[in-house]
């Protein structure tokens, strides 16, 4: 069956998941993932973002819902699921006396792929890994643990690859070299999941995002248009005098103070028809006060995230 580019690759309907003795992780989540797309799974810890992959991965049970991978029911029919899937943990569990080289051929020959030496040899030059294929995992340091992790999600060749929480405790040169594989495997057509608490790698990297708090899967949206619809943006006036208390009369603004009240500070939202700054200006005018730099900037994704999980509680 050639697949069909149009349809998700990954399906979610109703997903929930109750731990026994435990919280309710997942509230019947649904989620269509497109094919060859990254998308970015953001929440704060405990939010079910580890549940979710480990539901799709055949880790741990749903209690109730469907999912579809490529098609196939990740339950009914697990292994033609799975070996469409490559999962990178958060950490190496297994392996320690395993030479790098071994490992990640065990793990192609795990999802019954033949051998192809050169596949593999291709990977491990990617991640900079070929140089150590003879040494014991145990004998490597982190990052480089790390990079096997990778190397042994992609050995078997999946189409959609986890990544959960990728940067954690990973250097900046790591975390760089990882942005810049997984760009180069969304060139190959592989669809990407990550799951981040960092909003710098979801705005990053991703096509769209989803945001996921207490279980529940609050937003999904193109990184762009969310960005857009959203977006916060903040005019700051730099004062000639700085002030010591925002002024009663410009109260209907709410404007906050910035570095030790040299910077008056508006927030607005840039899609409301009416952004409320000829008024302010005009009030700001009114009052005497003389600024010397006025400058607006888009607030970020992490404002709007914060902004979103806060509303939920
Ligand atoms: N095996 C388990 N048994 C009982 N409760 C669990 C189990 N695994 C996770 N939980 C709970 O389910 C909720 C979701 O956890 P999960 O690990 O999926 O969140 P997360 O978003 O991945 O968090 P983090 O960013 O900290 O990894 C949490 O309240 C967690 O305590």
Redesign the pocket.
Known sequence: MSPDTNSAILRLQGVSKQ?????T?LHSVDLDIRRGEIFALL??????????ISIVCGIVTASAGTILVDGHDAQADYKAARRRIGLVP?ELATDAFETVLATVSFSRRLFGRAADPAYVERLLRDLSLWEKRSAKIKDLSGGMKRRVLIAKALAHEPELLFLD?PSAGVDVALRRDMWTLVRSLRDRGVTIIL?T?YIEEAEEMADRVGV?AR?RLLLVEDKAALMRKLGKRELDLTLVEPLGQVPVELAEWSPTLEHDGHVLRYVFNATDEHTGIPGFLRRVGDLGLHFKDLETAKSSLEDIFVDLVERER
């Not at 731990?19 to 919280?23: E, I, L, N, Q, S």
């Open positions: 731990y026994r003795d435990g919280p992780a929440g704060p810890n405990g939010a079910g973002k580890t549940t979710l958060q929480e799951t608490h996921i279980g």
